[in-house]
């Protein structure tokens, strides 16, 4: 079975402060692992991806996760926060066939001014 | 290109009605995917198809159901609606072919069902 917790429900920065959204992980097998964005009254856009290439995974708009298996996490960081990623952060794990995907219950980010 | 289209984009039903959602893929995605967002329980996977054949299914009950046709287009139905079942239903494409992992999930902006 495999499951993601993301351990912060909501998550307040000033803007320009760093970003840190926390999500472990739980899986049987060797994971795919992601971060999803979903802005208000859009569709969830994919931030980045592991899939057991490099550990330091790059994504869109300035966003990095890190792969830790030790620690079974997959923290997703931002070095300078902007008022345009306020939004809700959704850690996610693939399903063992993967082609499913199962949601963590998703991290609210505000930026305040 | 255009991306992935989900019809109707708000829906209001009685309980004890059904419905039916559309959605199409991007062109060329061959598997379509469908979630159901709801506060309490978040996004929680309902099926996958590929090549019009269902491949993958989540743990939701037999009034579930849905279907893809030859052209990709896939329609999701739920009958006998219950409350509960209000919620955002999103519809997602892929290539189909590989894995997640080497593929890339497109959503689309959902439909949001309504039930009273």
């Known amino acids: 079975a495999q499951s993601v917790t993301q351990l912060d429900s909501h998550v307040s920065v000033s803007e320009g402060t760093p970003v840190l959204l926390r999500c472990n992980y739980s899986s049987s097998y060797s994971p795919s692992l992601f971060w999803y964005v979903q802005h208000p009254n859009k569709g969830l856009q994919l931030l980045l991806k592991?899939?057991?290439?490099?550990?330091l995974v790059k994504g869109i708009n300035g966003f990095e996760a890190e792969f830790k298996k030790s620690e079974t996490s997959f923290h997703l960081t931002k070095p300078s926060a902007h008022m345009s990623d306020a939004a809700e952060y959704f850690c996610v794990v693939s399903s063992s066939s993967g082609y499913a995907l199962n949601f963590g219950k998703g991290t609210s980010l505000l930026v305040t001014p | 290109k255009a991306g992935v289209t989900q019809t109707p984009r708000y829906l209001i039903k009685t309980r004890g009605q059904q419905v039916t959602l559309s959605c199409s893929p991007i062109?060329?995605?061959?598997?379509v995917s469908w979630y159901q967002q709801t506060p309490g329980q978040g996004l929680q996977f309902l099926f996958e198809?590929?090549?019009?054949?269902?491949?993958n299914k989540g743990n939701f009950p037999g009034r579930f159901s849905g279907r893809q046709f030859s052209n990709s287009r896939s329609e999701m139905n739920v009958s006998t609606l219950e409350l509960g079942d209000s919620a955002l239903y999103l519809c997602?494409?892929?290539?189909?072919?590989?894995?997640?992992?080497?593929?890339?999930?497109?959503f689309g902006q959902g439909t949001r069902l309504t039930v009273v």
């Open positions: 592991y899939t057991s290439a490099a550990t």
């Open positions: 997602a494409s892929s290539l189909g072919g590989a894995s997640l992992r080497d593929t890339e999930a497109f």
């Open positions: 062109s060329g995605h061959r598997s």
């Open positions: 198809y590929f090549s019009e054949t269902q491949r």
